[in-house]
């Protein structure tokens, strides 16, 4: 019986064609044609433009305040239970993130939300889910130190619960480790779909920091979200492609440099281009 490597060699030999180095044969990449690209060799006004958008859609400081400090509070409390199980029987808490908009440094002006994921090491029933919304309300209710939450909501929600202070909302979505998914009871235990989207925000969030941490690229992600917000054909997109689109067109270029911004913001509008939807995307949402 011939080996796999003796019987590679034996065709190379047979076959001259097949000699030497393999060349890996690219797909067409629009990234590759940047400098071929028709961009103004003045581009001050789009740039400026750009700028100009982005400072309208970031949050101003009293609201990254507000919300930090509801963030804050509820990431406290549930830290505590970390610390101390004692302090609450219903669940046993593995780790708390901070995911989504709030914490990349991407959310949209007029959208107050913060992202939180709780994994659980055992099984998030609904029961326990309840009790927890009730124990981090009672502890932000009867804080002594500071009477701000006195009239917060906490609501059950399908992926966990909210907690509502005036205009600001904290989403806590309740997961269990990745080993234990496959003993989800649907009647019983929070629905699976939402504990996998829950797990992957972690993911997303961790490449987020890797790859996508660059200061044009958040400008041109928070560009997008809006253009997402106000145009039918964007609104396909989710955060993560967003993240994934806006990281795609500011990070690959030939030079292996981010582009400038208005460089970046180009080479989507070509992108639209080159796959014949510019006609629908730009479509206003009536």
Known sequence: ????????????????????QFIQQLPFDIALLQPDLAIPADDQNLLQCLLNQHAQLTPS???????????????EILDNIIINPSIFE?????????V?????????NGSCIADLVCVLRTLPTREAVQNLANFVRSQ????????EYINCKVELESYGFSVTSGDYVVQVLITTT?????????????NLAAQKTALA?????????EHASHPTVKVLTRILKDFRRRFRGFSCLNS??????????????????PLPLNHAFRECDQWNCCISVQSTTLKPVS
């Not at 400081?61 to 990431?75: E, K, P, V, W």
């Open 140 to 147: 932000l209710t009867t804080n002594k130190s500071s009477t």
């Open 61 to 75: 400081s009293d609201s990254q305040h507000a919300l930090t400090n509801l963030n804050n509070g509820i990431c």
């Open 201 to 209: 925000s972690i993911r997303h969030l961790r490449w987020t920091e």
């Open 240 to 257: 993560w492609l967003i993240n994934l689109l806006a990281q795609y067109a500011v990070m690959n270029s030939p030079q292996c440099q």
């Open 90 to 98: 219903s669940a046993q808490l593995e780790h708390i993130h901070r």
């Open 178 to 190: 990745p080993m234990n998914l496959n003993k989800v009871d649907p009647n019983i235990h929070i």
């Open 1 to 20: 019986m011939v080996g796999r490597g003796h019987g590679r060699q034996s065709f190379r030999r047979n076959n001259p064609a097949h000699a030497g």
């Open 100 to 108: 989504g908009s709030f914490k990349m440094g991407t959310w949209l």
